[in-house]
């Protein structure tokens, strides 16, 4: 069974940058056909998708958050990172890793088979 775990900082301040890493037991981030994806909820809203790094170590971003994100993997740590730049405190949320099979599309939160325990993050000076 795949477990993930979230780990960073639970306070940012605005405009610096968040970084979060997902620790991945039971599974590797090179396992064939599954995408490692990073996933926030801010209070009160739904689920947005922040991007994904592949198997292969191709990355997919959101287009909205593009400018500002950075998603990298370490395989002998079997972990990948999130790095956000710039934050405001519009960028408070839940940050959750998740794993999803390949051809699922971004939004089908339904069919990730795997998740963190998500880690509240908050931009606050």
């Known amino acids: 069974q795949v477990q993930l775990q979230e780990s960073g900082p639970g306070l940012v301040k605005p405009s610096q940058t968040l970084s979060l890493t997902c620790t991945v037991a039971?599974?590797?981030?090179?396992?064939?056909?599954?995408?490692w994806s990073w996933i926030r909820q801010p209070p009160g809203k739904g689920k947005e998708w922040i991007g994904d790094i592949a198997y292969t170590g191709g990355v997919y971003y959101n287009p909205s958050l593009k400018s500002r994100i950075s998603i990298s993997r370490d395989t002998s740590k079997n972990q990948f990172s999130l790095q956000l730049s710039s934050v405001t405190p519009a960028d408070t949320a839940v940050y959750y890793c998740?794993?999803?099979?390949?051809?699922?599309?971004?939004?089908?939160?339904?069919?990730?088979?795997?998740w963190g325990q998500g880690t509240q993050v908050t931009v606050s000076s």
């Open positions: 039971g599974g590797s981030i090179t396992d064939n056909n599954y995408y």
């Open positions: 998740a794993r999803k099979p390949g051809a699922t599309h971004y939004s089908d939160y339904e069919k990730y088979d795997a």
